[in-house]
Structures are given as structure tokens and as C-alpha cells.
């Protein structure tokens, strides 16, 4: 079945610096490609999407690019804020038409 | 009210209680969802409710028991639960054709 691996983490960062955190999927056909932030005491938010190969998105500085020859979608952000804390979910769906989420990847980042 | 809210956002129960998960949205979507959120594991869809009709259980015990009165309103019932089932419930919803899902806060659940 479809399913997501995604680093594991804890992350932790200094304001500024460059993140990345690494996710890969496993996945019949072309799923659709997300990131879910979660903030702390908060339901999931949507982050960004992709819907086919070599689509880039992004919102609020995060990036992810869709790359299907390496089943990847990795978010990256060039400088980090506190107020970037939060456990960050890749996410795919694809012909079921459900969500499949990873374990999610916590970020700390330290002023 | 915007969005999607759940209600309460923190219970205690004990195994031989019975209580009721409440979530409601605001967005006028058609399809609801129930997921469990425990620590170090995926989320686990446990329903989805189109158009107030289940279309999926995944192999959920059926201790826990959902209820869509309207496409407004999930309710997901709970009873004689276990230790195991203490996790963060969360609540969604979307639009049919559209892929977001939005989500509610959750509610942490603890099981004595």
C-alpha cells in the first residue's frame, strides 16, 4: 500500500539557519504531495501541495519540489524563525483518495 | 465560529465510562473525518463520512462509534475504551473534487 517515510527528527536550529527535512513516498501511480505543519495545542494546518512531477510548493518561505524519479518531496526553508516551531507532516494521496500521513518531524528552533 | 472546532479539548475517562467526541465545521464542506494521533506513529483515519453516509472504518474497534446527524456536526462515541486509546482525536473536513483537508484543534483523550 501507499505509504510516507519522513526523517524523524527531533530537529533543532538556530534562528536563521537552513532546514531541511527529508520525505519519501511509496506510492502506486501519481499521488498528490503535502505538507502539514502542526503548532503546538492546534490541529494540523495545510502547508503547501503538489499535484504532478517536477511542481514546486511553497508558503511562507517553505518550499518542496515533487520529484518523481526519486519518490521524494523534501521541505526546505532558506532561515528559520522561532516561530517555525511546530511537528511538520508529509503527506500523500493518491487513487484512494485518503490521506497517508508520515510520523511527522518535530523542529525546534532556538533564538 | 470559523473553521473547524472540536469540543471538549481535554477529557479524562475511565475505562468503564462512556463519553462523546464533538466536532463541527464551519466551511460548508460534505465529507468529515476522525483520525487518532498517537505519539510516534501516523495519523490512523479511523471514518470518513460523505454526504452524512460512512464510506470507510478502518478496522476500528467498536468501542469507539461515530455519528454524522448532518454534513455539519460528527460525533464519535466512545465506551469501555482501554488504556491504548489515550491519543489526540482529531476531526477534519473537506469539499468533495478538492484535495485539502482542514482540520480541527483535537481532543486529548486519557484513558484511566
Given at each position: 500500500g501507499d505509504s510516507v517515510t519522513q526523517m524523524e527528527g527531533p530537529v533543532t536550529l538556530s534562528e536563521e539557519a537552513f532546514l531541511t527535512?527529508?520525505?519519501?513516498?511509496?506510492?502506486?501511480?501519481?499521488?498528490?504531495?503535502?505538507?502539514?505543519?502542526?503548532y503546538p495545542g492546534e490541529g494540523l494546518q495545510l502547508l503547501l501541495k503538489a499535484t504532478k512531477a517536477d511542481d514546486k510548493g511553497s508558503n511562507k518561505?517553505?518550499?518542496?519540489?515533487?520529484?518523481?524519479?526519486?519518490?521524494?518531496?523534501?521541505?526546505?526553508?532558506?532561515?528559520?524563525?522561532?516561530?517555525?516551531?511546530?511537528?511538520?507532516?508529509?503527506?500523500?494521496?493518491?487513487?484512494?483518495?485518503?490521506?497517508?500521513f508520515g510520523k511527522g518531524t518535530k523542529l525546534t528552533v532556538n533564538p | 465560529e470559523t473553521g473547524v472546532t472540536q469540543t471538549p479539548r481535554h477529557l479524562v475517562m475511565g475505562m468503564t465510562n462512556k463519553k462523546s467526541l464533538k466536532c463541527e465545521q464551519h466551511?460548508?464542506?460534505?465529507?468529515?473525518?476522525?483520525?487518532?494521533?498517537?505519539a510516534?506513529?501516523?495519523?490512523?483515519?479511523m471514518f470518513v463520512y460523505n454526504f452524512k453516509e460512512q464510506t470507510e472504518n478502518n478496522s476500528v474497534p467498536s468501542r469507539f462509534s461515530p455519528e454524522c446527524p448532518n454534513s455539519s456536526h460528527l460525533f464519535l462515541h466512545l465506551h469501555t475504551l482501554q488504556p491504548e486509546d489515550s491519543a489526540l482525536y482529531l476531526c477534519?473536513?473537506?469539499?468533495?473534487?478538492?484535495?485539502e483537508q482542514y482540520f480541527g484543534p483535537g481532543t486529548r483523550l486519557t484513558v484511566t
Open positions: 527535512i527529508n520525505c519519501t513516498y511509496t506510492a502506486t501511480g501519481y499521488p498528490s504531495l503535502f505538507w502539514y505543519v502542526q518561505g517553505f518550499e518542496a519540489t515533487y520529484r518523481k524519479e526519486t519518490t521524494s518531496f523534501h521541505l526546505e526553508k532558506g532561515s528559520v524563525q522561532v516561530s517555525d516551531s511546530a511537528v511538520y507532516f508529509c503527506a500523500l494521496m493518491g487513487g484512494s483518495e485518503k490521506l497517508v | 466551511l460548508g464542506h460534505n465529507a468529515m473525518y476522525w483520525y487518532k494521533q498517537s510516534k506513529k501516523p495519523l490512523e483515519l477534519a473536513s473537506s469539499q468533495e473534487g478538492l484535495l
